[in-house]
């Protein structure tokens, strides 16, 4: 079974730009997470789909941030217009719960390295 | 509001030595779960061990094993005889339980970064 898988693995763009990452989810896992590391420190929570729905985005640092999960299946993060301090590595999870409420498991996908010039 | 703290940043040991790796976890929930990843240099996150809030009994996976303390809400990870190839990141988390709507994602703490020297 294939696993998170993430695209780009590197992505270059200069200040301004717009950038859209993508994740594809473990097959048939109803939750998708959205993760950032920045400049070595700690994996911070952006946002949580529940299928195709935003369980929780309260991670998500400003409204230069879009999140979408058409279909409950990949999802996109775009940032737009991409600023310095966004630089860093963006992970996605999924996880398999028909519970909805926590504690399972997240997979993670290889993260895509965001670098803002 | 839920915290993770690996105070330890970076550790370096010689191969075939034993190290612990803390791990100290703030919650107000009674139910929540505690994981520990591997990033290896490749980047990607391995999962390690997902522990629940009521099971405290230790673990034991190969060269891995894990303490769950509720007293000192500590979580800690040792691995025995290391390798060179246990050089990596190891983050431990920590996800609550709860119908809520934030229930689910998970806190991570810094990270350390260990090296195992040949």
């Known amino acids: 079974e294939a696993g998170v898988t993430q695209f780009p693995s590197h992505s270059v763009i200069e200040k301004g730009q717009t950038v859209t990452l993508r994740c594809d989810p473990i097959?048939?896992?109803?939750?998708l997470y959205w993760y950032r590391r920045v400049m070595g420190k700690e994996i911070k929570f952006l946002l949580h789909?529940?299928?195709?729905?935003?369980?929780?985005e309260s991670g998500m640092p400003n409204n230069r941030f879009l999140a979408e999960r058409t279909g409950g299946t990949y999802s996109t993060l775009k940032v737009q217009p991409a600023e310095l301090e966004d630089s860093g590595v963006y992970f996605c999870?999924?996880?398999?719960?028909?519970?909805?409420?926590?504690?399972?498991?997240?997979?993670f996908g290889p993260g895509t390295r965001l670098l803002v010039l | 509001a839920q915290k993770v703290t690996q105070a330890q940043t970076e550790i370096s040991v010689v191969e075939k030595e034993d190290v612990t790796l803390d791990c100290v976890y703030e919650?107000?929930?009674?139910?929540?779960?505690l994981f520990w990843y591997k990033q290896p240099p490749s980047g990607e996150l391995v999962f390690l061990i997902r522990?629940?809030?009521?099971?405290?009994q230790n673990e034991i996976s190969g060269r891995y094993s894990w303490n769950f303390q509720k007293s000192t809400s500590s979580f800690n990870f040792t691995i025995t005889a290391s390798q060179v190839v246990d050089s990596a990141v190891y983050f431990c988390?920590?996800?609550?339980?709860?119908?809520?709507?934030?229930?689910?994602?998970?806190?991570f703490g810094d990270g350390t970064t260990l090296t195992v020297k040949p």
């Open positions: 999870a999924s996880s398999s719960s028909d519970r909805y409420y926590g504690g399972e498991t997240q997979y």
């Open positions: 097959s048939g896992h109803d939750n």
């Open positions: 789909f529940v299928k195709e729905s935003k369980q929780d």
């Open positions: 919650t107000r929930d009674t139910t929540y779960y």
């Open positions: 522990r629940n809030s009521f099971d405290e």
């Open positions: 988390a920590l996800s609550e339980e709860g119908y809520n709507t934030n229930a689910g994602k998970s806190t």
